[in-house]
């Protein structure tokens, strides 16, 4: 599995509202700021009220006060394991686990990449009831769909070949990419097979993330771009349709035809293409 490029961001956010040993939202209704965040309405404002409660949060609570006794603890069903401080990477998630005082070595925090096996294996664990407070929705977005676990491959129509001549044809830049991902991910499945070394495992996992993201989006901000062996850019999927030359405003919105004079009647964008 790899993170999807456009989404990064926002599984670092669910990464930070949940535990990331039991899938448990770090808050519940007992919080009473917790209470006011879950009856907002909008689910987007509601993500990012709950977000803000719960990135300080760093431990999974097992008990908490009941509202009637504070004195009396109440179990909330949490793991009681401490949360890691998430920061990005790159394409990369890192989490710093700070250690226990008990131990004495509380300086030193705990630094390592998250997988993202791991990320999708607790993502897989959110309760729907959790997923749903976060806004999203059971039927149309699961947030374990914010990491890749099979591409859908677009039909030669989109990614058209161009010939020259007989014996000479060039591809799309978007057919080399699926080949670079489909070389990455052979190379990584025969590492794995074959029981290399971890760091060679982990070199090969980050570069079939790499042409998986370039292959979407190839202007990522602090990450090389990918190129051509012409050393062209490559015109990745976001490239196409954003923009003003791009499929929506270029084609779809603004279409040329034959025989026609100048009209302020233009092409519905509700029609379905």
């Keep these: ?26 808050l519940d209704e007992h919080n009473e700021l ?8 909008d689910s987007k404002k509601r993500f990012a009220a709950i977000w803000t409660l719960c990135k300080t949060k760093m431990v999974c609570e097992t008990d908490v006060p009941s509202e009637d006794d ?10 009681g394991n401490t949360q890691p401080t998430i920061r990005k990477d790159g394409l990369k998630l890192v989490g710093s ?5 008990a131990t004495g070595d509380a300086d030193e925090p705990e ?38 676990t099979c591409l859908p491959v677009p039909p030669p129509p989109v990614r058209p070949s161009i010939s020259f001549n007989e014996s000479q044809r060039g591809e799309d830049d ?5 080949a670079d991902i489909l070389k990455a991910n052979i ?4 590492l794995e097979h074959n029981g290399a070394p971890h760091h060679a495992i982990e070199e090969a996992e980050s570069l079939l993330q790499f042409h998986v993201a370039t292959y979407m989006d190839n202007d990522i901000a602090g990450q090389p771009q990918a190129l051509q062996k012409s050393g062209r850019l490559v015109k990745s999927i976001r490239a196409r349709l954003k923009g003003k030359e791009g499929r929506i405003r270029g084609n779809l919105m603004g279409k040329r035809v034959d025989f026609s004079a100048r009209t302020v009647i233009s092409g519905d964008p509700n029609l379905e293409l």
Excluded at 116 to 142: A, M, P
Excluded at 174 to 178: D, I, M, R, V
């Design 187 to 190: 190379s990584l499945e025969t």
């Design 97 to 101: 686990w700070k250690k226990d005082r």
């Design 70 to 79: 504070p004195t009396q603890l109440v179990s909330r069903g949490g793991c």
């Design 174 to 178: 978007l057919t080399f990419k699926l």
């Design 34 to 41: 917790m209470r006011q965040a879950l009856a907002i309405k």
């Design 1 to 26: 599995p790899v993170f999807h490029v456009g989404f990064i961001a926002k599984i670092k956010k669910v990464c930070e509202c949940v535990c990331m040993h039991c899938g448990k939202l770090l």
């Design 111 to 148: 630094l390592r990449v998250l997988s993202t096996e791991e990320i999708l294996n607790i993502f897989k664990h959110i309760s729907v009831k959790d997923f749903t407070s976060l806004g999203f929705n059971e039927v149309f977005s699961r947030p374990e769909w914010m990491i890749l």
